[in-house]
């Protein structure tokens, strides 16, 4: 006797896999949060060190799931939901580029620039990082969905440039603004790939 074969599973919607993929992330930084509070283990101490081996490994790495306290999350929370899933709708890969490219860009410039012996944590270079994407992929990608994203995100979060300036002496205006420059990186990356692919 021959059985039918087994229905293959349908992949899960765009917005459902978007809106997991931010949830989950964004859950496992308050987990970390809460485990810092409630743990003895100070673990900020993991951020960002500048010009210390130490600092650069694993601190670049580490730094983005830190946060110093709820206040602190809870700014790059709602950016980060909002521009993640943007990014995840409109290109999954490009959003996961723009990820690693901001995280690393943004922790070098911090680990190279900021003043010695100071710590550096949050996920404020990542949020710097997928505003730079989604404006560059407006200006690169040339398609009319890109730029309405790109100026829709210029409407809502525009104020957010102002943070690559040094305003305050406990704001990382080092991590905005090379997060910033990374996620523009990865959108022009993302764009070259693009088109190359289509011309082959």
Wanted: net charge positive.
């Amino acid at each position: 006797m021959t059985l039918p074969a087994a229905p293959e599973p349908r992949p899960a919607h765009p917005v459902r896999r978007a809106l997991t993929t931010w949830g989950a992330l964004i859950a496992l930084l308050w987990a970390v949060l809460v485990a810092d509070l409630v743990l003895p283990a100070h673990l900020t101490m993991w951020g960002i060190t500048p010009r210390t081996l130490d600092g650069l490994v694993p601190g670049i790495v580490a730094a983005p799931f830190l946060h110093a306290d709820a206040a602190h999350l809870a700014a790059n929370t709602v950016p980060l939901a909002v521009m993640g899933v943007v990014c995840a709708l409109r290109d999954r890969a490009g959003m996961w580029a723009a990820l690693a490219t901001a995280l690393v860009v943004s922790g070098l410039g911090v680990w190279l620039l900021s003043p010695a012996h100071s710590v550096t944590v949050g996920a404020s270079g990542v949020v710097f990082g997928l505003f730079g994407y989604l404006l560059a992929r407006g200006l690169f990608m040339r398609k009319i969905g890109d730029f309405l994203i790109a100026l829709l995100i210029v409407l809502v979060y525009g104020s957010l440039i102002w943070g690559v300036l040094p305003t305050s002496p406990y704001i990382s205006w080092q991590a905005h603004l090379f997060g910033f420059l990374g996620g523009i990186a990865a959108a022009i990356a993302v764009a070259r790939s693009r088109r190359a692919r289509a011309a082959a």
